[in-house]
């Protein structure tokens, strides 16, 4: 079991999560837990950190904000006792989660867990901080914002969990955003990769490392939320499997969006072999993460223009990346636009189905809505547009692809 921030946030809710493994244990289960810090806790940590120094150590750093985890373990398993039931934390260090020494964004490499199975065995709950671990020298590592659901997939891939059970504020994994379409539906069952690709396209449901880890490990995920009253059904969220064990595949599985984008376009580049290589060259040495990708043929003979996306938050620097690499490259300008979102829709479906795409480019014709830029997979198509028509185009796809819930 692991739970999020607002999960952990505050004595009370606490208590809740404490009622909630309680009723996992009276139901005949080990349970290990894996915990985040209370919400809006690693954000002060970071905060604090900042302003004693700009360039924190990042060795330091990770002593810092892996305590709020450590905070959190620590009270659970008091909670878990004061109500009757046997508890033990145990830190990265004790385990020991060993991870790579990547301060600040660390890998998991392996997890010592013979302590842990036998105290289990003897009938504790084991608390685990998420988010930590300890590198090659000894010293505390963390794993990046989000780590937690990653520890909680490496932790129930090392103990060869029946399953994951990853609680958030939400009850499952939907077919887009309820806030936007209030008619969609909660998936029962969604495979490995269309969680994978909807987590990479903007779906804020599970952290994109966690998914990769559960797929290559074969462990089975469900997401579901500790707000809800605790009942015997065993699986009330969304369970995120292997293809093998859906029975009917849907042919999509969802509508996703992101509107931390920005459209780069890089006019007048000589058409030469090379010349779009170095471009890119250049952004990948700032650390750029480039998305979509389209080259286009130049009215002017003998050049081309490329236009891609990047995070929206790396539109700055893209830009003066390219501004110092014009001389070098011979490109004529750069345009760009913050205003754009990029909507995906995901299935795995599509794989034997013709129409998809024509389904998508013709629903949003018909209502006017320009294709700006468009990338694919093989159980994913996604389509850049202007900002202001977002929430008009998930809601339009989602009625397209027959994914209403009924009235």
């Given at each position: ?189 969604i495979t490995y990769e269309e969680m994978l690709e909807l987590a990479s396209v903007g779906a804020k449901v599970l952290q994109t ?166 990338t694919t997979s093989e159980i994913k198509i996604s389509v850049l547009i202007a900002e202001e028509y977002t929430e008009l185009a ?14």
């Open positions: 079991m692991k739970f999020g921030g607002t999960s952990m946030a505050g004595i009370e809710r606490i208590r809740g999560v404490a009622d909630r493994v309680r009723a996992e244990v009276a139901a005949g289960h080990e349970v290990a837990v894996v915990v985040s810090a209370m919400a809006g806790e690693t954000d002060r940590l970071v905060g604090f950190c900042r302003e004693a120094s700009p360039l924190a150590d990042r060795a330091e750093y990770d002593v810092v904000v892996a305590s709020g985890e450590q905070v959190t373990a620590g009270l659970l398993a008091i909670a878990l006792q004061a109500g009757g039931t046997r508890a033990r934390s145990w830190l990265g260090w004790q385990l020991a989660v060993a991870t790579t020494d990547a301060h600040a964004s660390a890998r998991i490499e392996d997890i010592t867990t013979d302590a842990m199975l036998a105290d289990l065995a003897a009938g504790r709950v084991a608390v685990v901080p998420g988010f930590q671990g300890v590198g090659p020298d000894g010293r505390v590592t963390t794993l990046g914002r989000g780590g937690s659901d990653t520890s909680a997939v490496a932790l129930a891939a090392a103990l060869r969990a029946d399953r994951c059970d990853i609680y958030t504020d939400v009850d499952g994994v939907y077919t887009t955003d309820p806030r936007i379409v209030p008619r969609a539906r909660k998936l029962a069952r490392r966690s998914v990769e880890l559960a797929m290559k490990e074969k462990v089975r995920v469900q997401v579901l939320s500790s707000f809800t009253a605790i009942g015997n059904d065993p699986t009330p969220g969304t369970l995120v499997v292997d293809e093998d064990e859906i029975v009917e595949q849907e042919l999509i599985a969802g509508v996703a969006y992101n509107r931390n984008e920005a459209k780069l376009t890089v006019a007048g580049v000589p058409d030469k072999p090379g010349v779009v290589a170095a471009i890119f060259a250049a952004l990948a040495a700032a650390n750029v993460n480039v998305d979509m990708i389209v080259q286009n043929i130049a009215y002017v003979a003998g050049t081309t223009d490329v236009t891609f996306t990047v995070p929206r938050t790396e539109l700055a620097l893209s830009e003066d990346v390219l501004a110092k690499a014009q001389g070098t490259i011979g490109f004529e300008h750069v345009t760009s636009d913050a205003a754009v979102a990029k909507i995906s829709v995901v299935g795995v479906g599509m794989r034997s189905h013709a129409g998809v795409a024509v389904t998508m480019f013709k629903a949003l014709g018909d209502r006017g809505i320009n294709i700006q830029a468009i998930v809601r339009v796809l989602h009625t397209a692809y027959g994914l209403d819930a009924a009235a």
